[in-house]
Every structure is written in C-alpha cells, then in structure tokens.
C-alpha cells in the first residue's frame, strides 16, 4: 500500500450537511477502491486567487489515504464528473 494525499475543492455553495455528506461520498469512493482513510483535514472555505468556473471561494478538505497504486484512477475519474468538486489534487506522499 502506498500513502496518498488528496486535496479536493467543493463548490462555496454547500451548507453545512451537503457538505459533510460529500465529504462522506469521497471518504467511501476511497474505501470501495480498497483504500485506507488515515486522516480528513477540513481546512473550511478559503478565498480563490483567481476565479474558477463562476466561483471565488470554495471549502477546501485533504484527505491522507493509503490504497494500492492502480486505485488512485478510479478515484480521480469519480472527482472528474462530480458537480460539487471544483479541484482536486491527488499526490503521493513519501513515507517515513
């Protein structure tokens, strides 16, 4: 298993619930790849440099995950056509 971190935007939009229940979707989108939740930062809604898709701001959320190297695909196709995310990046983090 290999350790990722996934940073993942969502839409300013979202109250309270819808977002925890995205943040829930995503959590079990990393599960069904047969991932490993370690820890979920919600760092809360942070103000865009520059505008993205109509939108200036968005709440911001890292998830640091362990999961085999061919999982990570289907969870970045998901993040893909997922309305509500408006940027994610998936990175690979050294391990200690």
């Given at each position: 298993?290999?350790?990722?971190?996934?940073?993942?935007?969502?839409?300013?939009?979202?109250d309270?619930?819808?977002?925890?229940?995205?943040?829930?979707?995503?959590?079990?989108?990393?599960?069904?790849?047969?991932?490993?939740?370690?820890?979920?930062?919600?760092?809360?809604?942070?103000?865009?440099?520059?505008?993205?898709n109509?939108?200036?701001?968005?709440?911001?959320?890292?998830?640091?995950?362990?999961?085999?190297?061919?999982?990570?695909?289907?969870?970045?196709?998901?993040?893909?056509?997922?309305?509500?995310?408006?940027?994610?990046?998936?990175?690979?983090?050294?391990?200690?």
């Open positions: 298993m290999r350790a990722y971190e996934l940073m993942v935007i969502y839409v300013p939009q979202l309270e619930e819808a977002l925890a229940a995205q943040i829930e979707k995503t959590k079990d989108l990393i599960l069904g790849v047969g991932g490993e939740i370690e820890k979920v930062d919600q760092w809360g809604k942070r103000r865009f440099a520059y505008e993205i109509d939108n200036t701001e968005g709440f911001y959320v890292v998830i640091d995950f362990k999961a085999e190297s061919g999982a990570t695909s289907e969870v970045e196709r998901i993040l893909k056509i997922t309305d509500e995310v408006v940027r994610y990046l998936l990175v690979r983090r050294e391990e200690e």
